[in-house]
């Protein structure tokens, strides 16, 4: 079993849809939460943290839920240019930072 | 964006000939990484760096090595290139986090380095 795994996708959207992704890790002692996002042949770029009380930021919101391991992300009102790859990123002690291989995510017009 | 540039952004070379990719960075951070991304696998860490001259092996590291002479300079070289070697390599870089030691996990990545080996 992966540490991290995500649901590949690809997810296609209608513009203005909500669409949800999740994420679960195997580590129970894992102790930060991120989501990435990457574009076509560009970088990872951090989206955002997940909190244990969960987060929003804008469109975007994270909840982490531990008992169950999982950690999701939320985008609502999908806009075009939210087309791109979500990196789940999962942190243990020291240096260990597992990345999730990536949910694809194509919004149509 | 953080300053990050990575070089070459673009390689072909063939089997067994070694190869070099520089990682340059003006943030100042003390902590700098080498990844390699593959599809179907998350980014997975070859090297990593948490000060001039201190590297460390990541969870990839077999055939590559590192070398950090100044803060802002991360090498990551491949002593003879193999094909299971062609890939896109990411260099990150991070500050540190609580205690000086742990990675927080917000990292600021270059724009990629594309080897392909024949």
């Known amino acids: 079993r992966k540490e991290v795994e995500q649901d590949p996708g690809p997810f296609n959207v209608p513009e203005g849809a909500t669409v949800a992704f999740n994420c679960t890790y195997s580590n129970s002692a894992s102790q930060s939460f991120f989501w990435y996002r990457q574009d076509c042949r560009k970088e990872p770029k951090l989206l955002m943290s997940?909190?244990?009380s969960g987060n929003e930021d804008g469109r975007f919101t994270a909840q982490l839920n531990r008992a169950s391991q999982y950690i999701s992300l939320l985008i609502r009102d999908s806009k075009l240019s939210d087309s791109a790859t979500y990196l789940c990123?999962?942190?243990?002690?020291?240096?260990?930072?597992?990345f999730g291989a990536g949910t694809r995510l194509f919004v149509k017009a | 964006d953080a300053g990050i540039t990575q070089s070459p952004r673009h390689k072909v070379t063939e089997t067994g000939t070694p190869v070099t990719l520089r990682c340059h960075q003006t943030e100042n951070h003390r902590y700098m990484y080498w990844y390699r991304q593959d599809p179907g696998h998350g980014l997975r860490l070859i090297h990593y760096s948490y000060g001039v001259k201190d590297t460390d092996k990541g969870e990839v590291s077999d055939g590559y090595s590192v070398s950090r002479s100044k803060t802002e300079d991360f090498l990551l070289t491949l002593e003879s290139a193999t094909s299971s070697q062609t890939s896109v390599y990411f260099c990150?870089?991070?500050?540190?986090?609580?205690?000086?030691?742990?990675?927080?996990?917000?990292?600021?990545f270059g724009e990629g380095s594309r080897l392909t080996v024949l």
């Open positions: 990150a870089i991070s500050e540190s986090g609580s205690g000086g030691t742990a990675n927080t996990g917000e990292l600021f």
């Open positions: 997940v909190y244990s």
């Open positions: 990123v999962v942190v243990g002690g020291g240096f260990k930072t597992i």
